[in-house]
């Protein structure tokens, strides 16, 4: 009989009654199984990597901690619940036994629904698990019908509750703030509570992020340990919470902020919470985020089995300074350099209010033809004369109080009553309130309108740089303030899944003052996200890496951009923003024509090379090798095919100082017994690497690396201070 591995929940000490039911929800390899037992709580009795039929027949319900799959308020008060509800006649308990079970198949996953309800009121709660058939990711959310004869108020409704035991656990999250998106931190979990929660209504990644990683056996380690991975699938306010009490366990919630949200389920009608995406690893940290690479890319984004084009962004170029001229030069720039897609930013729209600055115009989508006289269709003319596709950059979520729309229809701002709108970005923004089904439609048809007109249109930009600053919906009943929050999201996946059931083919960024919507529910229908309106190189390094722990590169865009950086002034070699932005979704965020032809030269190259390992940086499994927050003056990851026989491996010198010492990087993810041919890309030294056309074994790369030069050999009037190496390995 196969060991029990040490895992997230190995649950112990009470044989299961006789009449209990052994629930097992099964993906690729990992399980979760419960106890289901008619008419008592479900409950948890393990997670991790997937069981024999030996190992379940021993499993027993632990004692020593709280194992009730999902815990209602009421009956055990002191504890943290993920249910809680004012009934129809007051009262404020709930509880939830057992009623059945079933599994339904689904193309690549099954689908497991335990059913609950209350004994005395006729509440049902469905608790559902879609494990997928062939990737490690397990979706768990809860659907509560309300069967009472009047209104039921939920005032807490968590997706899902997992039980960790205790030990040496440590938990891995992101935080940050504009321009410093992703920022990884490691923290043990002590007694008490830890609470992320985000409030901005809107956006959700900017200050935190709704994923989290827990590290079982000490400090998380890249590609060695056990790690539960955990991702909330929701584009609005979320609080993910980690209770740690005087049991052997840790308790993690996760689910929607019920701040301000209770919501008021009417008789018959069924509310359902976002999923929450679970996974589990013994490869450490890298294996826990190459789970969640493999599900995001084939089950979440849009065309995730497709290579990304090479682009040029207008923005960071030439700001609102949008002209007919000065976007054809760049069209034939980014062509000669080997792009593929052209995509003109903010500043292109506005007739009464034209959109000088950030101040108009939003919601009159309507071309300035002063600056644009030839239109959309003029653009396009030029974007096939130059051999590139055309996309273009909305904000469709957002008016200025200076616009055409907000004179219309002042009723669709989001406002409190009896007071005056709060205004954002230029003085004069405001939110639309996509609760309402006529701003759906409007939200909608901005999108239609373009792509009808201008099918040609390959790729849209979609922005949303504002928070919801006052509560208060002009639409929803007085009674009902408190589901704003919720309105809005449900009102934002109507919305990107009407553009999509019409619109298969079009790519559509996800961006939001840069990276705010990082989230695996804002990604619902979008084929990537900008991760910052930071582009310094250095510190995407930090940013890119954190963001690497649940987002694969394929959707992670990546600008080369100019110098001095336009966000704090930092003076960055070409070779080095081009090495970072060659480890995620390559494009170019600057102005061509004030390059030189050397550096035209050198960008012309790097594309060239970049479409050769394309299909393994998008597609291929990351392995993080050394983290730039472990302050070693280095970082370094690599991408290894899924065949193991093509590798890019990527590192960068964070400083630079005088008798530096720094490691040798060993690899990860090779086949040990393969002979890998090494070549440098993006060369700019006199003299080869001593590596360079060499073969090595995946065994020595792996057990020893390859020694990098600190410096680049270039001529004296050359040399900087940065240093950067992309390796382009190849199976023999």
């Not at 039911?21 to 709580?41: A, H, M, R, W």
């Not at 080997?338 to 729209?349: N, S």
């Not at 979609?462 to 928070?467: G, H, Q, S």
């Not at 070699?573 to 102005?591: C, F, H, N, T, W």
Request: charged share 25%; hydrophobic share 40%; aromatic share 10%.
């Amino acid at each position: 009989m196969m060991k029990l591995k040490s895992l997230a929940l190995l649950l112990m000490t009470i044989a299961m009654p006789a009449m209990a039911e052994q629930v097992s929800v099964n993906s690729k390899g990992i399980s979760l199984i419960l106890d289901v037992e008619n008419g008592k709580p479900a409950q948890y009795l393990y997670f991790g990597s997937k069981l024999n039929a030996a190992d379940l027949q021993n499993l027993t319900v632990a004692t020593n901690g709280r194992m009730d799959a999902y815990p209602a308020y009421g009956l055990n008060t002191p504890v943290e619940a993920a249910l809680a509800m004012r009934h129809s006649d007051g009262n404020l308990s709930t509880a939830l036994v057992a009623t059945g079970s079933d599994v339904k198949q689904e193309a690549n996953a099954t689908v497991t629904t335990i059913h609950l309800k209350d004994p005395v009121y006729n509440i049902k709660v469905d608790l559902k698990y879609r494990a997928y058939k062939d990737v490690d990711m397990i979706e768990a959310w809860t659907e509560i019908s309300n069967g009472e004869k009047g209104t039921v108020t939920l005032t807490t409704f968590a997706s899902a509750m997992l039980p960790i035991r205790r030990g040496d656990v440590w938990m891995s999250h992101l935080s940050g703030t504009w321009a410093a998106e992703a920022q990884l931190s490691h923290e043990k979990l002590q007694p008490g509570e830890f609470v992320i929660r985000n409030n901005d209504g809107v956006r959700n990644s900017h200050t935190d992020h709704a994923e989290v990683m827990f590290s079982l056996n000490g400090k998380g380690q890249e590609n060695t340990g056990d790690v539960i991975g955990a991702a909330l699938a929701y584009s609005g306010n979320y609080k993910l919470k980690t209770v740690t009490d005087d049991t052997e366990y840790h308790y993690f919630f996760a689910g929607i902020n019920e701040q301000n949200s209770e919501y008021h389920l009417k008789k018959g009608e069924t509310f359902k919470t976002p999923a929450l995406a679970l996974t589990y690893s013994n490869e450490g940290l890298s294996g826990a985020s190459r789970n969640f690479h493999k599900w995001g890319r084939k089950y979440v984004l849009a065309h995730g089995d497709q290579e990304r084009d090479i682009l040029l962004n207008s923005w960071e170029g030439v700001y609102f300074d949008i002209n007919q001229k000065g976007m054809d030069q760049m069209m034939a720039d980014i062509h000669s350099m080997g792009g593929e897609l052209f995509v003109m930013d903010d500043g292109w729209f506005g007739k009464k209010y034209p959109r000088k600055r950030d101040n108009t115009a939003l919601g009159d989508w309507v071309v300035d033809t002063e600056k644009l006289p030839d239109g959309i269709e003029g653009l396009l003319s030029d974007a096939k004369k130059n051999g590139v596709k055309f996309g273009i950059w909305i904000e469709p979520e957002m008016t200025n109080t200076k616009s055409e729309l907000y004179e219309k229809h002042p009723d669709w701002v989001i406002k409190a009553p009896k007071r005056d709108a709060v205004v954002g970005r230029g003085g004069t923004q405001l939110v639309l309130d996509l609760g309402n089904p006529k701003v759906q439609d409007f939200v909608f048809g901005v999108v239609d309108d373009l792509l009808t007109k201008y099918p040609e249109i390959a790729y849209i930009k979609w922005d949303a740089n504002m928070a919801i600053m006052n509560h208060g919906s002009q639409y929803l009943s007085a009674a009902d303030q408190s589901h704003l929050y919720i309105a809005y999201h449900q009102g934002f996946a109507k919305v990107i899944d009407r553009i999509r059931a019409k619109y298969k083919n079009v790519v559509i960024q996800c961006c939001a003052s840069g990276g705010a919507r990082a989230n695996w529910g804002c990604l619902r229908g979008f084929d990537e996200f900008w991760v910052s309106d930071n582009t310094d190189a250095l510190q995407r390094i930090y940013m890119q890496y954190g963001t690497s722990y649940f987002f694969p590169a394929i959707a992670m865009a990546s600008h080369i951009s100019a110098v001095p950086n336009h966000t704090v002034f930092r003076t960055t070699s070409l070779k080095y923003r081009i090495d970072v932005a060659m480890s995620g979704r390559l494009g170019m965020e600057i102005q061509p024509k004030n390059m030189t032809d050397e550096e035209k030269a050198l960008c012309r190259k790097a594309i060239s090379e970049y479409k050769e390992i394309r299909p393994v940086v998008q597609f291929g499994d990351l392995y993080r090798l050394v983290s730039p927050y472990d302050n070693q003056g280095l970082s370094s990851i690599m991408y290894v095919s899924e065949a193991k026989d093509k590798a890019v491996f990527y590192w960068w010198k964070l400083a630079n100082f005088y008798n530096a010492h720094l490691p040798i990087v060993k690899m990860a993810g090779l086949d040990a017994n393969k002979m890998y041919k090494v070549r440098e890309l993006d060369v700019i030294d006199n003299t080869p690497l001593a590596c360079e056309g060499k073969s090595y074994s995946g065994k020595y790369l792996m057990e020893h690396g390859l020694e990098m030069p600190l410096e680049h050999n270039v001529d004296w009037g050359k040399k900087n201070d940065w240093s950067s190496r992309v390796l382009y390995l190849e199976a023999q």
